[in-house]
Antibody
Framework: EVQLVETGGGLVQPGRSLKLSCVAS????????MSWTRQAPGKGLEWVAS????????YYPDSVKGRFTISRDNAQNTLYLQMNSLRSEDTATYYC??????????WGQGVMVTVSS | ETVLTQSPTTTAASPGEKVTITCRAS?????MHWYQQKSGASPKLWIY???KLASGVPNRFSGSGSGTSYSLIISSIESEDAATYYC?????????FGSGTKLEIK
């Protein structure tokens, strides 16, 4: 059974940093692209970042480019999202998702990030 | 950026009725994918590559379309179909989602 378990969320002040982790199990982690997708309270879905299976390439939308960094440790089956210079508009539930080359076929339960003073 | 516009934003249907949700793209895309999200839960891949049902999806669901117009169709609504449905494209960067269609059951 595919499982994606996110941790690291919480309340953070604007301008500060936070790092999310996602531990994957139930599949061969290094065979898949991985991504982060977020959902602001009461809003729709927004793609945040993707990384190739080797970790050699990363992709971001303009809204987070230069502030967020996606990375992975294939030996530990773990995906990360380093979020710097956080803004109130980054407040959302962040989902670890398998895929990103075309579709996201599995989603974690999500972790809440609140950016507020 | 390819903007995906879903319609309707909200719809209500009675059990047994047919429902069509439309996703229009601001530029042509090769495929459309759909997700189902129930209240308080994570999204689930529902339909991929325009018309392929994800594992476990009932066959009362179907998908169709091409170019700039795609649809998710439910042939006979059941109460368990109450959810928000999102379309998504990756034909052009950045990957984008539609704003969602909330389906309520009367």
């Amino acid at each position: 059974e595919v499982q994606l378990v996110e941790t690291g969320g919480g309340l953070v002040q604007p301008g500060r940093s936070l790092k999310l982790s996602c531990v994957a199990s139930g599949f061969t982690f290094n065979n898949y692209w991985m991504s982060w997708t977020r959902q602001a309270p009461g809003k729709g879905l927004e793609w945040v970042a993707s990384i190739t299976n080797s970790g050699g390439s990363t992709y971001y939308p303009d809204s987070v480019k230069g502030r967020f960094t996606i990375s992975r440790d294939n030996a530990q089956n773990t995906l990360y999202l380093q979020m710097n210079s956080l803004r109130s508009e980054d407040t959302a539930t962040y989902y670890c998702t398998r895929g990103g080359r075309r579709v996201f076929d599995y989603w974690g339960q999500g972790v809440m990030v609140t950016v507020s003073s | 950026e390819t903007v995906l516009t879903q319609s309707p934003t909200t719809t209500a249907a009675s059990p047994g009725e047919k429902v069509t949700i439309t996703c229009r793209a601001s530029s042509s895309v090769s495929y459309m994918h759909w997700y189902q999200q129930k209240s308080g839960a994570s999204p689930k891949l529902w339909i991929y590559d325009t018309s392929k049902l994800a594992s476990g999806v009932p066959n009362r669901f179907s998908g169709s379309g091409s170019g700039t117009s795609y649809s998710l169709i439910i042939s006979s609504i059941e109460s368990e179909d109450a959810a928000t449905y999102y379309c998504q494209q990756k034909s052009s960067d950045p990957l984008t989602f539609g704003s969602g269609t909330k389906l309520e059951i009367k």
